[in-house]
């Protein structure tokens, strides 16, 4: 018994020493809530928090659009990027899912709904697409497909 044991506490003492392998990083699905909650607001400000949650052909976009656009970004992107809409809100926390997931390429859905005086009033979907990072192993935003199936990379960069 302590020979067949042996083997698999020296695995779990090599792997305690010199961590797990590979990094820890979350899923896309976790990665696009992240991106919801904690930069909501993302499209509108400079895009210097966003370094390793976005491509950097993203950031690369967001810069520049922020560049142009400086401090008054309602002026450039005029809804929110998450809804299409400019003035109503969702009430509720929006739903997440896997779209699809193949060759480090992923898609999350996000469907929102809003609400206004009490009663459901529309539902709006966005769609995330995330690449897997070579350097980190990590999921990074690359595009976001908006409300009237459009790209935020390609609006940010034809503009």
């Known amino acids: 018994m302590i020979a067949r ?3 698999v506490l020296l695995l779990l003492t090599a792997l305690s020493a010199n961590g797990a392998p590979g990094p820890t990083c979350p899923s896309p699905v976790a990665e696009a809530e992240s991106l919801y909650s904690r930069d909501h607001d ?3 400000r400079s895009p210097v928090s966003l370094k390793t949650r976005v491509t950097p052909e993203l950031r690369a976009a967001l810069s520049a659009e922020y560049a142009r656009c400086g401090a008054v970004q309602e002026e450039c992107i005029d809804a929110d990027v998450w809804t299409g809409q400019n003035g109503l ?3 509720r926390a929006p739903h997440f899912s896997l779209m699809s997931e193949l060759n480090g390429v992923a898609r999350v859905a996000v469907e929102s709904t809003l609400e206004q ?3 459901p009033t529309l539902v709006t979907r966005v769609s995330v697409s995330l690449t897997r990072e070579e350097s980190s192993g990590c999921w990074a935003i690359q595009d976001l497909t908006l409300v009237d199936s ?3 990379l390609s609006l940010l ?3």
């Open 5 to 7: 044991t042996l083997p």
């Open 89 to 91: 809100v969702p009430t």
């Open 42 to 44: 993302f499209a509108f």
């Open 157 to 159: 960069t034809t503009n």
């Open 117 to 119: 005086d009490g009663a």
């Open 150 to 152: 459009s790209s935020l």
